[in-house]
Nanobody, 115 residues
Framework: QVQLVESGGGLVQPGGSLRLSCAASRTIFSVKNMGWYRQAPGKQRELVAAFTSGGSTNYVDSVKGRFTISRDNAKNTVYLQMNSLKPEDTAVYSC?????????WGQGTQVTVSS
C-alpha cells in the first residue's frame, strides 16, 4: 500500500503564495504520471498540474504562469508552487500518482484564498 500525504495548505490573502508538498511512502523515481488536482465546493474535481508519461508538464489554463509543479525524487516528494493566488483558487488540493496500473490519492489539503 502506498501513502501520499499532502501538506502546505492554509489561508492566504489574494496575491499571496503557498507551496504544497506531496510526500510518497514509495519511491517516485520511476513514476511518470503524477499530479495535483483540486475540488472546490459544488464543483467537479479538476486537474491543476501534472507530469505526463511523455515527460512533459500540463497545467489547467487558469493557473498557467502562476503555478509550477516540480519533484524531488530523492525525497519522494512532488511540489506545487502557487503564486499570485486568487479567491477562485480556493479548493481542496489532492495529489495522485500511478505505480504500474494502480493510482493512489492523498487525503487532500485545504487552500483558502481570502482577504
Amino acid at each position: 500500500q502506498v501513502q501520499l500525504v499532502e501538506s502546505g495548505g492554509g489561508l492566504v490573502q489574494p496575491g499571496g503564495s503557498l507551496r504544497l508538498s506531496c510526500a510518497a511512502s514509495r519511491t517516485i523515481f520511476s513514476v511518470k504520471n503524477m499530479g495535483w488536482y483540486r475540488q472546490a465546493p459544488g464543483k467537479q474535481r479538476e486537474l491543476v498540474a501534472a507530469f505526463t508519461s511523455g515527460g512533459s508538464t500540463n497545467y489547467v489554463d487558469s493557473v498557467k504562469g502562476r503555478f509550477t509543479i516540480s519533484r524531488d525524487n530523492a525525497k519522494n516528494t512532488v511540489y506545487l508552487q502557487m503564486n499570485s493566488l486568487k479567491p477562485e483558487d480556493t479548493a481542496v488540493y489532492s495529489c495522485n500518482a500511478q505505480w504500474g496500473l494502480q493510482v493512489y490519492w492523498g487525503q487532500g489539503t485545504q487552500v483558502t484564498v481570502s482577504s
